[in-house]
Nanobody, 124 residues
């Protein structure tokens, strides 16, 4: 079993940047596809980005394409989400998730392990 802990959230002005980190423990996650999800108040939790176990394939929601980048460093057991040109509509709790499969998943039910979340708030 893998435990995930997010960090790096905070307050930022529109147009600013943040980098979220997800640290994994309990077992190396080289065989896990990983994803980032977000959930705003009153909204469903939706996919932001995903990366395959090898890191060779990535997926991005249309709303963040060109602004966000997902990456992983398996030697450090970490997954990152670089967020650039942040906008108020990006305000949400951000959650990292792991899937015990090589292929990426884009829905909530496809992931097996979840972090506690980190808050990102973007002001205008």
């Amino acid at each position: 079993q893998v435990q995930l802990v997010e960090s790096g959230g905070g307050l930022v002005q529109a147009g600013g940047s943040l980098r979220l980190s997800c640290a994994a423990s309990g077992r190396t996650f080289t065989n896990y596809a990983m994803g980032w999800f977000r959930q705003a108040p009153g909204k469903e939790r939706d996919i932001v980005a995903a990366i395959s176990w090898s890191g060779m394939s990535t997926y991005y929601a249309d709303s963040v394409k060109g602004r966000f980048t997902i990456a992983r460093d398996n030697a450090k057991n970490k997954v990152y989400l670089q967020m650039n040109d942040l906008q108020p509509e990006d305000t949400a709790g951000y959650y990292c998730a792991g899937r015990t499969a090589q292929a990426m998943g884009i829905t909530l039910d496809e992931y097996d392990y979840w972090g506690q979340g980190t808050q990102v708030t973007v002001s205008s």
